[in-house]
């Protein structure tokens, strides 16, 4: 079991050039379970994953690791507790996929040390943990999007972290593979106590797969809660502009939002 | 403009003809012109100045009008024939042909003429794949061009006569010795070839939007550009076989053209003109401005450097062509 | 390290006179009596700056790769060879700079100003430093260069042959006084690229994953990329320009040994000192009795190597 580390943001503003993404927002992530970041395009859902991760510098606020700024944070301290795994990210031409893996161990080496036992268990656990065992002599340029993107989860696995954030880890993947990618995740939770936060772009994925759901809108938060708390026909007006309804979801019991568009309503909705 | 771009270049045509060590005036070369006799003049005027003006009036045209023809046709400001290897292909053969062969006037015509279109035609068909994508073109051309200047400087160091700074001169780019036997070979070219790309022009203009976008547009992409390959290409090859590659003229013509013309228009007579316009003016400048006599090439290098530089830093910030 | 030792020996024994063992073993030890000794004596220090200069540019090439994440980047492609030789030409024409230790200095700073500017001018823009910009950005500005170059040497006599014979000085005009010279930024240089070979590791899995993994991703970079210049600038300002060394030998480790750049760079490091002896022999071999430049050599091996990467990538990524 892991340690349970506590993630909150206080007062952050962050912002590219002139514009502001993020205003002056407050944040605790809970620890030791699975959150989802949710809210419509550019509001500002990948920006403060960033900032979460040391990647970008408020201009006002701080990020806080158990109390601590994690832009103060030493980098490869840092990078021994909070894992990060960003949108689409590209692998080199040609690597294979235990070299990808095994590259997650960086926070844990120095200048000149040596591939270390505890080097190998990490990264043979990874690849357990991500049924990716048998792929590992494989160059990443030969794998599916799914395979692919459980590599990537294998990578930052590796890094034994404590607390890990994924940027749309779904993405460009077929409604199997994302099903298959978010089971992992939970898994990782449920057996390790990993706490998770990824940004997610379907709301229903969301909301089945996550235990706290934070809505973003216009670079201020919305709501945050228990997903049948956030995802309510209410907030996703707000949020998205969208009408909605919504219903509980048969298999998980958790909520599911069903859009309402200009055609195709069976019966009238208000 | 078109018209201005035009009576600047027959003022600087003119300023050429009567700027020199000696000054003639306008009505002295005019009676030149014309077949009179007028002492001193008709030697100067009629037999120096004359077709060293007139040739940098023709490979002023073919550069500006090959250069453009390719920037339009590879979406990409950077993609002049000399950045691409094509004008490097005949600066080789002309260097072969001198140095190796040691023959001059039509044959190192001929060899660099072949030359350039082979090369051309080299650069083609190793970046075919699938179709002739822009940037794999560029790319290959400058592997290809890295190549050829390779075997330029091998040539060069081969050659014990051949001292380094006359070498230096031809391969900048120099109307020192022009004379008619030059001229008619690049007229004709021009005469033939010019027509050929104006035709085109509109096709090359939609190729603009893309491959894909042109071929839904009714234009045959390959050919298009095979035909428009072949035609700029003849043009930069004979210019450059009559007068050297003049540094950045084909590569310069256009985006001053782009600039002075606006959008939306075609810029393959504008450029033409620019071209004209800058080997004339280099040519006067490098003749007479400094203590030392530069050829035309040394000057439009100068001069084109630093345009280049801020051409690519404009280009890559606005995030449009490249 | 076969194929080095090997290189190596043909380097001293080949050339535009051959020789037998007993000559080198003789030339070894010190002797210069006969016609074969004194050509191995002079061999030695070609065949010495070879190995130095081809495995600094092969490291330099793999680094710059690195931290460009560019298939394409290369000392000659970036416009570092031009940028040392009107460094150097500067130095000659206006400073009056005449001994060879110089020379390294202004060909260092050179080649790293053109490094910078090129790099910078190429990912300028959304889309950042593809290969296509950063290889158009580097051949314009050598043009640009090359220009200038011509411009300062054309109406000056006098400066025009010193310039010209360390243009094209290639390795042949070694001596041990300038390799001992030029040790010190080799060294340095090596040893900087190498100690950021996790770094680069790291770097190319992408910024946002480096930083992820606790990389510094600026300073990694910076640190890489200055090890580098030095080291391809210090190869330029004493053996002339030599371009694609850098790309192919990079190329043809990562496809036979991965991609792992701290197996990659000492690995390079060989293969680039094999390949430039190698060039250097054959261009002394091919055209008896005269030679062939070694810089010659490698454009001819190199380019079309690089069309061969050009046409292997996916356009998408150019």
Known sequence: MTRDHVLNVEGLTLGYGERTVIDRLDLLVPPGRVSAIVGANACGKSTLLRSMSRLLRPRTGQVLLDGEQVHRLPAKELARTLGLLPQAPTAPEGITVSDLVGRGRNPHQRLLSRWSAEDDAAVAAALEATDTVGLADRPVDELSGGQRQRVWIAMALAQQTDVLLLDEPTTYLDVSHQVEVLDLLTDLNRTRGTTIVMVLHDLNLAARYADHLVALADGRLHAAGEPHAVLTEENVRAVFGLDCSVITDPVSGRPLMLPIGRHHVAAPAH | MLLVLAVLVLVALAANLMVGRTFYPPGDVVSVILGQDVAGASFTVGRLRLPRAVLALLVGLCFGLGGVTFQTMLRNPLASPDIIGISLGASAAAAFAIVTLQVDGPVVSALAITSGLGVAMLIYLLSFRDGVAGARLILVGIAVALMLESVISYLLEQAAAWDFQEATRWLAGSLNSAHWGDVVPTLVALVVLGPVLLASGRHLDLLQLGDDTASALGVRVERTRVVAIVAAVGLVAFATAAAGPIAFVAFLSGPIAARLIGPGVSLLVPSALVGALLVLVADLAGQNAFDHRYPVGVVTGVLGAPYLIYLIVRSNRTGGSL | ?318
Request: glycine residues 12%; contains cysteine; positive net charge.
């Open chain 3, 1 to 318: 390290m076969t194929a080095l030792v090997a290189a190596a020996a043909a380097s001293v024994t080949i050339g535009s006179r051959d020789v037998d063992w007993s000559d080198v073993v003789a030339a070894l030890g010190g002797s210069s009596e006969t016609l074969a000794e004194a050509a191995v004596t002079k061999r030695i220090p070609r065949t010495l700056l070879a190995v130095v200069v081809g495995g600094s540019l092969a490291v330099a090439g793999a680094v710059m790769q690195g931290v460009t994440r560019n298939p394409l980047a290369d000392p000659g492609i970036l416009g570092v060879n031009m940028g040392a030789s009107l460094a150097v030409l500067v130095g000659i024409a206006w400073f009056g700079l005449t001994a060879p230790s110089t020379h390294i200095w202004v060909g260092i700073a050179g080649a790293g100003i053109s490094a910078v500017f090129v790099y910078a001018v190429g990912s300028l823009g959304r889309s950042g430093a593809t290969p296509l910009k950063l290889a158009l950005a580097g051949t314009a500005t050598s043009a640009a260069f090359a220009s200038f170059i011509t411009a300062v040497v054309l109406p000056r006599g006098d400066i025009s042959d010193r310039f010209q014979s360390w243009r094209v000085g290639g390795v042949g005009g070694a001596s041990f006084d300038t390799i001992v010279l030029a040790a010190p930024f080799f060294v340095a240089g090596l040893l900087v690229c190498l100690a950021c070979a996790r770094g680069l590791n790291s770097l190319a899995l992408g910024d946002d994953v480096a930083a992820g993994l606790g990389e510094r991703v600026a300073i990694t970079r910076g640190a890489a990329a200055f090890g580098a210049v030095v080291l391809c600038g210090a190869a330029t300002a004493i053996a002339g320009p030599i371009s694609f060394v850098g790309l192919v030998v990079p190329h043809l480790f990562r496809m036979l040994t991965g991609v792992d750049h701290r197996w990659l760079l000492p690995l390079c490091a060989l293969g680039g000192a094999s390949l430039l002896t190698a060039a250097d022999v054959v261009g002394r071999v091919v055209a008896r009795p005269s030679e062939i430049d070694v810089g010659i050599i490698t454009a001819l091996i190199g380019a079309p190597f690089f069309i061969h990467v050009v046409r292997r990538q996916k356009l998408r990524a150019l």
